[in-house]
């Protein structure tokens, strides 16, 4: 699942709940945004790998940890603290690596 910043209609809580969802607890996930302004969570690409292209990525959630999975999305603290750092950072750019705790 991807969610394009640029367009309120993708970009909402909903949105970040259901990409949450979908991140696999069992691995490491890391939550990335593209120059062009889509977000999405990566397994196999994760850390300081790869980052031609990136606007920004957030610290790596360690497999096991909590942070994607449908436990996750179901918390709503943690949905809306994941919103609106991706909502900052990306209307706010300087950062490349972020960590939201």
Do not use: C, K
Not at 72 to 91: G, S, T
Request: cysteine-free; charged content about 15%; aromatic content about 12%.
């Amino acid at each position: 699942m991807q969610i394009d910043l640029h367009n309120p209609a993708q970009f909402t809580e909903a949105a970040v709940r259901q990409l949450l969802a979908t991140g696999q607890p069992g691995v490491h996930n890391q939550l990335r945004v593209s120059d062009q302004g889509i977000a999405w969570l990566s397994t196999g690409v994760i850390g300081g790998m790869q980052l031609e292209g990136l606007r920004f990525r957030f610290e790596t959630w360690a497999a096991g940890s909590g942070y994607v999975g449908p436990q996750a999305a179901a918390d709503e603290a943690w949905v809306q603290q994941v919103f609106n750092a991706l909502r900052y950072h990306w209307e706010n750019p300087g950062q490349d690596y972020i960590d939201i705790y």
